[in-house]
């Protein structure tokens, strides 16, 4: 899995490559916790766009981030789901939970 990212004011938009799944969990929790520690960034936003495959412990992944990002009173979405992942989110009733939009523009103009 590779992981990209890109700052735009307070918002980090996050890009995981690839399988967000097994071992590579944990490499995005850590990538993406880093960021909820920086004073500059209230706003996380994961574009799934081009994760081809997500298991329970990528899930788990995402959700702990969300469930930090809260703590820490800041906001956090995902966005550009392909219908596997948004039917996987919606089968465990997440997609409830999480903020979840189309597109990055829509998550980025909800969040700011």
Do not use: W
Request: hydrophobic share 45%; glycine share 6%; proline share 2%.
């Amino acid at each position: 899995m590779e992981l990209k990212f890109r700052i735009q004011g307070k918002i980090c938009i996050i890009y995981p490559v690839g399988n967000l799944a097994g071992d590579k969990s944990s490499k995005f929790l850590s990538f993406t916790n880093s960021f909820l520690s920086k004073e500059h960034v209230d706003v996380i936003v994961v574009n799934l766009q081009e994760v081809e495959v997500i298991d329970s412990s990528g899930i788990g992944a995402i959700f702990a981030v969300y469930k930090t990002a809260a703590t820490k009173t800041k906001e956090f979405s995902i966005c550009q789901l392909s219908p596997y992942l948004l039917s996987t989110l919606t089968s465990m009733g997440l997609n409830n939970i999480l903020q979840v939009f189309k597109t990055e523009d829509e998550a980025i103009l909800d969040l700011t």
